[in-house]
């Protein structure tokens, strides 16, 4: 109860008396990283940074990094059939490689969590393919867990190798998604 109360105030301290426009992209960003923070390392459940979660997104609907993190949020807290809603109109007719990549890459995650595995691989390789290099890390660390997912360990690894040779930031994640392919 004290990390969501933590985590309400924290936002509203940080956001509550902003307008819509007066958030920059930083400070959405930064945000949205004490959130993951939070949550990632298990400081916070899921279920109780949500509201957070939601409240920045309410701020800021048309940025993509709102939508994608609200997205995963609910994906996390157990609520896929809320997220996939979510991110339907940002989707929907949309070519891969036109949908924004915090987008992109949530609804990669929701299709990989309900075990999708073949139809997130084709996309993913469809949007390496067409994508600027800067996403190219987070793919293919998506890309490994499409592959894991099929039993193509070899390739798997692969990927999970060219996500670390130019992951920009803490690896965590992909060393994660590594060590636990190599202990099967």
Partial sequence: ????????????????CQSVSDMSISELQSNLDVLDEKVLSGQTAPEAAL???????????????????????????SKPAEAAELLKPA??????????DP?????????????????AEKRLMARLT?????????????????????NRRAEAEQAFRRALESWD????????????????
């Fill in 1 to 16: 109860m004290k990390a969501k109360i933590f985590l309400i105030v924290t936002a509203f301290a940080v956001v509550g």
């Fill in 103 to 119: 987008v992109f890459m949530a609804y990669s995650r929701l299709i990989l969590d309900q075990s999708y595995y073949k139809e």
């Fill in 130 to 150: 067409g994508s600027a290099q800067s996403s190219a890390p987070q793919l293919n660390n998506l890309i490994g867990v499409a592959l894991a997912g099929q």
């Fill in 51 to 77: 509201s957070s979660y939601e409240m920045l997104y309410k701020r800021n609907k048309t940025r993509p990094e709102a939508l994608g993190a609200y997205a995963d949020a609910l994906r996390r807290a």
């Fill in 91 to 100: 989707i929907k007719g949309h070519k891969i490689t036109e949908i924004p």
């Fill in 169 to 184: 930031g803490r690896p965590g994640v992909v060393e994660k998604n590594l060590a636990r392919l190599q202990s099967k």
